[in-house]
T-cell receptor, first 112, second 115 residues
Framework: DVKVTQSSRYLVKRTGEKVFLECVQD?????MFWYRQDPGLGLRLIYF???????EKGDIPEGYSVSREKKERFSLILESASTNQTSMYLC???????????FGPGTRLTVL | SQQGEEDPQALSIQEGENATMNCSYK?????LQWYRQNSGRGLVHLIL?????REKHSGRLRVTLDTSKKSSSLLITASRAADTASYFC???????????????FGKGTKLSVIP
């Protein structure tokens, strides 16, 4: 079975802190994605990556950056956390050319 | 960006009844998928239907796709309390730069199955 893990289930940070959210998949998938999920807004794509060191902006990249140094790991970085980044963050992966995405359990981030 | 929209937003039924959820989308798609999310957890893929398919079954799930109306429905038969979750449709758009793609998710239908 595909396993996607995220570094934390719950995280509390202060405004202005630099925040790292880590995602690891164990199935050698080429594609990895970061979403945020907010009530009433559904899932919105922040960034995705289709190969090591490659990244593409999604629908809401502002305030975020990503890093993919190894195929299995995709990191989401909040350079200077703000309260409007309080959200559930979901990581997913998929293998090309299939379209099914496998999700991690999510990280609920609170920025105070 | 294009987006699937689920209907209804919330649905409450008794155990044993059937549950039907609908999804509408705006532009042509390659595939449409349905995902399930238990409260506070990640999404789990349920079923994928291709644009040239009209109906697909998987266990107690039945999905239909009407590309002329740009809509899909998910039917869960003989529902169980364990089916209580949010259900999302997702449509794909191709990212031609690398042969990859993006999924666009709807806002979901929250299903409650009462024992």
């Amino acid at each position: 079975d595909v396993k996607v893990t995220q570094s934390s289930r719950y995280l509390v940070k202060r405004t202005g802190e630099k925040v790292f959210l880590e995602c690891v998949q164990d199935m050698d998938h080429e594609n990895m994605f970061w979403y945020r999920q907010d009530p009433g807004l559904g899932l919105r794509l922040i960034y995705f990556s289709y190969d090591v060191k490659m990244k593409e902006k999604g629908d809401i990249p502002e305030g975020y950056s990503v890093s993919r140094e190894k195929k299995e790991r995709f990191s989401l970085i909040l350079e200077s956390a703000s309260t409007n980044q309080t959200s559930m963050y979901l990581c997913a992966s998929s293998v090309w050319p299939a379209h099914t995405q496998y999700f991690g359990p999510g990280t609920r981030l609170t920025v105070l | 960006s294009q987006q699937g929209e689920e209907d209804p937003q919330a649905l409450s039924i008794q155990e044993g009844e059937n549950a039907t959820m609908n999804c509408s989308y705006k532009t042509s798609i390659n595939n449409l998928q349905w995902y399930r999310q238990n409260s506070g957890r990640g999404l789990v893929h349920l079923i994928l239907i291709r644009s040239n398919e009209r109906e697909k079954h998987s266990g107690r799930l039945r999905v239909t796709l009407d590309t002329s109306k740009k809509s899909s429905s998910l039917l869960i038969t003989a529902s169980r309390a364990a089916d209580t979750a949010s259900y999302f449709c997702a449509t794909d758009i191709s990212y031609s730069g690398a042969g990859s793609y993006q999924l666009t998710f709807g806002k979901g239908t929250k299903l409650s199955v009462i024992p």
